[in-house]
């Protein structure tokens, strides 16, 4: 169901989504990426309708929208409490230790939030990306 107008009313058809995962022996290292080349996070309705009765100083800019979204600052559209905690828990557990190098690129941001890095792209990805290590 998710590949077939889940993200957004308007796309129609199949949107095409990928996950790998690479094992490093040299630096004994699992690698994750997953891409979905869909509408990308913030033009997604789920999103749109997550943010519809937030405070615009929350959400000024994508960068702030994403951080707030990680940090769990923006609840799920559907208030059930088992919903809307993927990217949070992927967050989460990295601060927890339990994965490195996190990278999410979604529309016009690139983030590297372990880090504390959240900048804007010059030129958007339509879609999201995720990247991290274990």
């Known amino acids: 169901d998710n590949t077939f107008a889940h993200a957004s009313g308007v796309m129609t058809g199949q949107v095409s989504w990928w996950a790998t995962v690479y094992c490093d022996v040299e630096r004994s290292k699992a690698c994750y990426c997953f891409v979905d080349l869909g509408v990308g996070i913030f033009k997604s309705e789920s999103f749109q309708q997550r943010i519809r009765y937030l405070p615009r100083k929350l959400l000024g800019r994508s960068e702030d929208s994403l951080k707030a979204l990680l940090e769990r600052r923006i609840p799920s559209r559907t208030g059930l409490p088992y919903r ?27 983030a590297q939030p372990l880090r504390g890095e959240y900048r804007s792209l010059p030129r958007a990805f339509h879609g999201t990306f995720l990247y991290w290590e274990t």
């Open 84 to 110: 809307g905690k993927g990217l949070p828990w992927i967050y989460e557990s990295g601060l927890a230790g339990r994965i490195e190098s996190l990278v999410v690129i979604a529309n016009n941001v690139y």
